[in-house]
């Protein structure tokens, strides 16, 4: 029996995969804009509004990593549902919600060490 589109309340913790997968999601894209924003720093020497804008823009993006971990969590459910052929829910929510801090971590030290790797690179290609 179909009741149509439902609200469904799921464990936040990291042992859920679709959490898991959410924070890793959520890490890699917030990684991705802080090596283009490092690479660019270094590189074009943009004006001050400009490197302003991309710092307020990464503040931005961290500051909400609870909020897209949650929606993004519902989009994989989402996914999910759809694949299988199963109504769609209408949210899910995280009870607990998936760990704030590990994202903008992870983002932040895969950024840094990719950009160091990077610019080794080009300066030991220059010389």
Request: glycine share 8%.
């Amino acid at each position: 029996m179909d009741f149509g589109p439902m609200a469904v309340d799921v464990e936040g913790n990291l042992s859920n995969p679709v959490a898991l997968a959410a924070v890793v999601l959520w890490a890699c894209g917030l990684a991705a804009a802080t090596i283009l924003w490092l690479l660019a720093r270094h590189s074009l020497h943009p004006s001050l509004p400009i490197s302003l804008a991309v710092w307020v823009l990464l503040a931005l993006a961290y500051i909400s990593t609870p909020h897209s971990q949650r929606i993004l969590g519902t989009l994989l459910y989402a996914a999910a549902d759809f694949i299988r052929g199963k109504g769609v829910r209408a949210s899910v929510g995280f009870i607990g919600g998936p760990p704030v801090w590990q994202a903008p971590t992870f983002a932040f030290l895969v950024g840094v060490v990719t950009t160091l790797l990077l610019r080794r690179k080009s300066h030991a290609n220059a010389a």
